[in-house]
């Protein structure tokens, strides 16, 4: 059964005619006339029976014209949605990213870019999560495109630096280390910490600054979103290692400036290699580069 098989029964039912119908599908009536036969013959059972000229459509006939039916419109609106989708100019745009670019980067980012493109017709749909549930979501084609966190071990990704997080410790403001602006890491051993998750792409990150530090944190409690984070902190469940979102400055918490160890927090545009990306998602992905060659600082 073909697409062509399914074409010349819809346009046979209407007519209720072969020549007619031939005439309307631009073949001959004995190429109808076969393809009607072969159909007939795979699906077991008679589609149409002769009345007078005409020819009309069997009690079977009229059930597989329902899901014939069915079956072309689905396609045809098929078609014309992903000619939409992958126009020059026409679209949709999946971007997935961290928490900690939710509240201004993200936004700032694609409002940017509608405004500088005024002439795009573009959606965007977006998903929030942390680094390893977005890889996943990347690869199983639910996203074209995310920032987030680079991971080791990623072979089919493709990850391009697209700016620098600011990475703070953060203490209540009636904390013993509040009285500080900044400091060095090791000065924060004696007080319980506050981790992301093992799914976080900071966690490794932060891990590194620990270790270089020479420092053995006590991890009193693990979450994986940055403003539920610094919730906890205002209330005195312990200190953090943390992005400098900008949530953290309407909260009862003080920042500290990292003095020592230094390390560089990237965030990255990640997409899978040598797969597939409609027009408007590489406008979006040159317009972030492009943006980012001024080093970024989230």
């Known amino acids: 059964m073909n697409l062509n098989q399914i074409n010349y029964f819809i346009t046979l039912a209407e007519t209720e005619h072969y020549t007619r119908a031939a005439e309307k ?6 190429t109808l006339s076969h393809a009607i036969s072969m159909l007939e013959e ?8 002769k009345r007078g000229r005409n020819v ?29 989708m992958n126009g020059e100019n026409t679209g949709m745009i999946e971007l997935a990213y961290i928490y900690t670019l939710g509240l ?16 795009l017709n573009v959606r965007f749909k977006f998903t929030v999560g942390n680094t390893g549930e977005i890889i996943r979501g990347l690869k ?3 996203y074209d495109l995310a920032l987030c966190s680079r991971r080791e071990k990623e072979s089919q990704v493709q990850f391009l630096p697209v700016g620098e997080e600011n990475l703070v410790v953060v203490v209540a403001k009636n904390h013993p280390l509040a009285a500080k602006d900044e400091i060095a890491l090791e000065e924060t051993e004696p007080y319980q910490q506050i981790f992301f998750t093992q799914e976080s792409g900071l966690r490794p990150t932060i891990e590194k600054l620990f270790r270089q530090a020479d420092v053995q944190p006590e991890i009193a409690y693990e979450i994986e979103e940055d403003n539920a984070m610094a919730g906890l902190i205002s209330r005195n469940f312990g200190i953090a290692v943390m992005p400098d979102i900008p949530i953290l400055k309407y909260l009862d ?8 160890p230094v390390i560089e927090r990237h965030i990255y545009m ?5 797969r597939y990306q409609p027009p408007v998602v590489h406008k979006f992905m040159q317009y972030v580069q492009q943006r980012c060659k001024n080093k970024l600082i989230i």
């Open 42 to 49: 795979e699906l077991n059972t008679e589609l149409f029976e």
């Open 140 to 142: 199983e084609e639910k």
């Open 56 to 84: 009309v459509l069997t009690k079977y006939g009229k059930l597989f014209l329902e899901y014939a039916s069915e079956s072309l419109r689905l396609l045809d609106n098929g078609i014309k949605k992903t000619k939409t």
């Open 270 to 274: 990640a997409q899978v290699k040598d």
């Open 253 to 260: 918490v003080k920042r500290l400036r990292i003095t020592r």
């Open 25 to 30: 599908l631009s073949i001959t009536q004995p």
């Open 104 to 119: 201004e980067f993200v936004p700032c980012l694609v409002r940017d870019f509608l405004t500088d493109y005024p002439d």
